[in-house]
């Protein structure tokens, strides 16, 4: 692995810094992160994710940084630099610093970076679900469907593309639907290197119902992916880890840090008062919208039904089938489902 150097100053606060200044500088440095030092020895982290549940707690931005911090941060000595990647993909982090033996921060090791390098050439299709109607979305995809919401200077189905490209991904399926003229006509005046052919579903039939469609179009494992997330990950690894499995499908899952803007009560069954709980915080594992499927999975599909992939992978653990869950950092999810979020996603992507 080939760490790449950092200027450090911008990923670094004091401990005595206003969580507001804290803010700031994870604004300013666009990674979602600064560390916590005295000089350059590690004291701690903070994320934007712990910034968000601190002002969801009616937390006070003035003070110190280092009382919100996670003063527990991974880390690795220098001689073990090479093995950062691996720690971050294990516990779904995006940077470890690199301290000298007397634990100053010498290097910051991006998760990103890595990904930046060379790519393993998976060459697996694609299949993009891109047929709703995306009523979230109103008034955007009243005027333009979903696949086509410019993000930057492309539209987000291009997006997803550009990030199988990478891995060599370069046949792709559009399942089309709602104004599915617009899209076949802008992806046909586009000069895209890529293999794209487009299956009609006359009918809205759901995520699984779209999927059935291709029953006997492919031989060998394919990707799935909504038509409106991001996923930065590493899609080698991800199908390595389908195929180690022997999974019929791997679902792509974000672990969700939620608090409860809201003080919640627990009452008994006759309607007294048991606990409260001041703004409760949660943590789930989110189904992200992409997955690894097998042919046989398409097989499991009812025919002519409405039915969504969820509910067809549930019919699968039913039936003693194998389906796997590969787990991902909730900052490499990007969801621009509903408008808040896609203005997020505009955000990141003028920032990468």
């Known amino acids: 692995m080939d760490g790449k150097h950092?200027?450090?100053?911008?990923?670094?606060?004091?401990?005595?810094?206003?969580?507001?200044?804290?803010?700031?500088?994870?604004?300013?440095?666009?990674?979602?992160?600064?560390?916590?030092?005295?000089?350059?020895?590690?004291?701690?982290?903070?994320?934007?994710?712990?910034?968000?549940?601190?002002?969801?707690?009616?937390?006070?931005?003035?003070?110190?940084v280092?009382?919100?911090?996670?003063?527990?941060?991974?880390?690795?000595?220098?001689?073990?630099k090479e093995q950062a990647c691996e720690l971050m993909r294990r516990y779904q982090i995006r940077s470890v610093p690199i301290l000298d033996n007397g634990g100053r921060i010498i290097q910051i090791v991006f998760?990103?970076?890595e990904l930046a390098g060379p790519k393993e050439q998976i060459n697996v299709p694609v299949v993009i679900m891109a047929g709703g109607k995306g009523t979230r979305l109103y008034p955007?995809?009243?005027?333009?469907?979903?696949?086509?919401?410019?993000?930057?200077?492309?539209?987000?189905?291009?997006h997803i593309m550009d990030r199988f490209g990478e891995y060599g991904c370069n046949q792709f399926t559009m399942i089309v639907n709602y104004k599915r003229n617009f899209i076949k006509s802008y992806f046909m005046?586009?000069?895209?290197?890529?293999?794209?052919?487009?299956?009609?579903?006359?009918?809205?039939?759901?995520?699984?119902?779209?999927?059935?469609?291709?029953?006997?179009?492919?031989?060998?494992?394919?990707?799935?992916?909504?038509?409106?997330?991001?996923?930065?990950?590493?899609?080698?690894?991800?199908?390595?880890?389908?195929?180690?499995?022997?999974?019929?499908?791997?679902?792509?899952?974000?672990?969700?840090?939620?608090t409860i803007p809201y003080g919640t009560v627990d009452t008994?069954?006759?309607?007294?008062?048991?606990?409260?709980?001041?703004k409760p915080e949660m943590t789930f594992i989110t189904n992200t919208g992409l997955y690894v499927l097998e042919p046989e999975f398409l097989k499991r599909i009812p025919d002519h039904t409405f039915i969504h992939i969820t509910d067809v992978l549930q019919g699968c653990i039913d039936a003693g089938k194998s389906v796997g869950v590969y787990q991902i950092p909730e900052e490499n999810w990007l969801d621009m489902g509903q408008l808040d979020e896609l203005e997020r996603m505009k955000k990141r992507l003028e920032k990468a």
């Open 6 to 64: 950092k200027k450090l100053d911008g990923y670094i606060v004091p401990p005595d810094l206003s969580v507001l200044r804290a803010m700031e500088a994870i604004d300013r440095n666009g990674k979602g992160i600064v560390y916590v030092c005295e000089g350059r020895m590690l004291k701690g982290v903070l994320t934007d994710g712990d910034v968000r549940r601190h002002i969801l707690k009616g937390g006070n931005l003035q003070e110190p």
């Open 66 to 80: 280092i009382t919100i911090a996670n003063q527990s941060p991974k880390y690795l000595q220098e001689e073990y």
């Open 111 to 113: 998760l990103q970076e």
């Open 140 to 158: 955007y995809t009243q005027i333009l469907p979903k696949p086509l919401i410019p993000i930057g200077e492309k539209t987000i189905t291009e």
């Open 189 to 258: 005046d586009q000069e895209k290197h890529v293999d794209l052919s487009f299956v009609d579903e006359t009918e809205f039939m759901g995520t699984g119902g779209g999927l059935k469609l291709l029953e006997g179009r492919y031989s060998s494992t394919f990707f799935m992916s909504n038509c409106d997330i991001l996923i930065d990950g590493d899609y080698s690894d991800i199908l390595r880890q389908h195929k180690e499995q022997g999974n019929i499908a791997t679902m792509v899952c974000a672990r969700k840090h939620v």
């Open 268 to 278: 008994s069954d006759s309607g007294q008062a048991m606990r409260l709980n001041e």
